[in-house]
């Protein structure tokens, strides 16, 4: 059974930092796409960024130039850097994957709270 565990959230003052980490465990082929994604009270699942099988990275204009997604494949990982955090970034931050078990399918984590205060 193929799981994505999180860890690294916590509770943070504005400007500060925090670093994601999200690992692969189970029996796989492969990893392609993974991502951020992060939910907010009352608030609907929002995209946060992604990271493509090659490197190519998307991110939410909310979060551009402050967070970089990464990845290391030989560690089936994907990190988020989260810089000059502000109190809108408050939310449960859930990883994504696409991953080939028997054939590809999308996998969530179970998420890991992020809270920034004033």
């Known amino acids: 059974q193929l799981q994505l565990v999180e860890s690294g959230g916590g509770l943070v003052q504005a400007g500060a930092s925090l670093r994601l980490s999200c690992g692969a465990f189970g029996s796989f082929y492969s990893i392609n796409a993974m991502g951020w994604y992060r939910q907010a009270p009352g608030k609907q699942r929002e995209l946060v960024a992604t990271?493509?099988?090659?490197?190519?990275?998307n991110y939410a204009d909310s979060v551009k130039g402050r967070f970089t997604i990464s990845r290391d494949d030989a560690r089936f990982s994907v990190y988020l850097q989260m810089n000059s955090l502000k109190p809108e970034d408050t939310a449960v931050y859930y990883c994504n994957a696409d991953v080939e078990v028997v054939q590809t399918a999308n996998y969530w984590g179970r998420g890991t709270q992020v809270t920034v205060s004033q």
């Open positions: 990271i493509s099988s090659n490197g190519i990275t």
